[in-house]
T-cell receptor, first 111, second 112 residues
Framework: DAKTTQPPSMDCAEGRAANLPCNHSTISGNEYVYWYRQIHSQGPQYIIHGLKNNETNEMASLIITEDRKSSTLILPHATLRDTAVYYCILHGSSNTGKLIFGQGTTLQVKP | DVKVTQSSRYLVKRTGEKVFLECVQDMDHENMFWYRQDPGLGLRLIYFSYDVKMKEKGDIPEGYSVSREKKERFSLILESASTNQTSMYLC???????????FGQGTRLTVV
């Protein structure tokens, strides 16, 4: 079973920030929080990851709470091309390397 | 760039056929994965391999087997294809358990 829970769907207006939440209350100390997205008919693609600290790259920002039990992916200026399914999953040696995906959040960016 | 290549983008097979789905990665990754994806069910892990000749069952291994004779290649085998195995199949690889996974473009398999 997936160790993360995400809302099934969200809407966002084009040009606005999209904030996608993820709960991972049973996260272990050596597990990283990874985010991927899947655009229709393609394989998932990596977006960003973090362990404890907040992270930012050219695509997004990742905010991890101090207790590490939840995180938020932020797309600062969503475009129509950001419409996709977003997955939050945990990577780490404690799960014997298996990558278990949940249902993800379908983000619909609207004009 | 890391590349994960799946041998076919689309496949149509008959019920009862033995089907091989091939996946090759070119970055010397230790871990490789096979998933299937169905509408409303997300990505479900079928099998996982963490080394040559090593494999572990995922959440839905029934009806499937795998082979990893070389580090770069991970094959998914449907011993006797059935219509309920019609699905999108995705292969992925990662260097270690805590590193980024790279996915192939997927194989859409239809069993008739």
């Amino acid at each position: 079973d997936a160790k993360t829970t995400q809302p099934p769907s969200m809407d966002c207006a084009e040009g606005r920030a999209a904030n996608l939440p993820c709960n991972h209350s049973t996260i272990s100390g050596n597990e990283y929080v990874y985010w991927y997205r899947q655009i229709h008919s393609q394989g998932p693609q990596y977006i960003i990851h973090g362990l404890k600290n907040n992270e930012t790259n050219e695509m997004a920002s990742l905010i991890i709470t101090e207790d590490r039990k939840s995180s938020t992916l932020i797309l600062p200026h969503a475009t129509l091309r950001d419409t996709a399914v977003y997955y939050c999953i945990l990577h780490g040696s404690s799960n014997t390397g298996k990558l278990i995906f949940g249902q993800g959040t379908t983000l619909q960016v609207k004009p | 760039d890391v590349k994960v290549t799946q041998s076919s983008r689309y496949l149509v097979k008959r019920t009862g056929e033995k089907v091989f789905l091939e996946c090759v990665q070119d970055m010397d990754h230790e871990n490789m994965f096979w998933y299937r994806q169905d509408p409303g069910l997300g990505l479900r892990l079928i099998y996982f391999s963490y080394d040559v000749k090593m494999k572990e069952k995922g959440d839905i291994p029934e009806g499937y087997s795998v082979s990893r004779e070389k580090k770069e290649r991970f094959s998914l085998i449907l011993e006797s294809a059935s219509t309920n195995q019609t699905s999108m199949y995705l292969c992925a690889s990662s260097l270690w358990s805590n590193t980024e996974a790279f996915f192939g473009q997927g194989t859409r398999l239809t069993v008739v």
